[in-house]
């Protein structure tokens, strides 16, 4: 059975929108942060994310892939947060600056992790038999997803926890990007090699960690001198 002409179109705007967040990532994370060029770069990528989400989610629901479809919502998650952050700077002083699409987005995000983490647990067919980067994946959106809502609640104890925030859920969802293409392009010549879904993560993950602890050290506050 040959797919219909539409998903032949939503495959081609997939891969379009997937390629121009490749080159664009980059190009954001290289140049003077808050510059001109890195908000352009920036704002493009996000648009793009969304662009490979949603084409993503028609494709897997069509198939039906299940899998796929929670791990598109989860990703785009990462960079729509990252995104919306850049407007919460001021929730360090307390000020009401979340919105109901913020709750709304990140409870989504958060009952689709859980069904895939569920899924991955009790009904690995579901999920394309991909046990355990379903759980991997699962434990990642809900911790993202989770760790927002308290946020949500309880204010930021740092003035700069939206700069963390931003490039956590830039990187985060470039890691699901590079994450899709490595199954796509090398997943079909390696039968089985579920543990192509977790090389980007087990790359990009120390690397926020690594990238947000250089930040931290650099916004920290300067020990005043002595008073002779």
Request: proline content about 6%; hydrophobic content about 60%.
């Amino acid at each position: 059975m040959h797919d219909p002409w539409w998903m032949h179109a939503f495959l081609a705007v997939h891969i379009a929108a997937g390629s121009g967040a490749f080159v664009l990532a980059p190009l954001a994370l290289i140049t003077a942060k808050g510059g001109k060029a890195h908000r352009l770069w920036g704002k493009i990528y996000f648009w793009c994310m969304a662009v490979v989400a949603s084409t993503a989610l028609v494709m897997a629901a069509y198939r039906p892939i299940l899998f796929l479809a929670l791990v598109a919502i989860f990703s785009f998650y990462a960079a729509f947060a990252a995104y919306r952050v850049l407007g919460q700077k001021a929730a360090w002083k307390g000020e009401p600056v979340v919105r109901g699409l913020d709750w709304g987005a990140a409870i989504f995000c958060f009952a689709a992790s859980a069904v895939l983490a569920l899924s991955g647990a009790i009904r690995p067919e579901l999920v394309q038999n991909l046990r355990i980067p379903a759980l991997v994946f699962g434990a990642i959106g809900m911790r993202i997803s989770g760790r927002d809502m308290w946020g949500f609640i309880h204010p930021p104890a740092e003035k700069m926890f939206w700069w963390y925030a931003h490039l956590q859920g830039m990187i985060g969802s470039y890691i699901a990007a590079w994450t899709a293409f490595c199954v796509v392009t090398i997943g079909p010549l390696v039968h089985g090699a579920w543990w192509l879904w977790l090389v980007p993560v087990s790359i990009g993950v120390p690397a926020i960690i690594a990238t947000t602890a250089y930040y931290k050290r650099k916004f920290a506050p300067k020990p005043k001198a002595a008073v002779a």
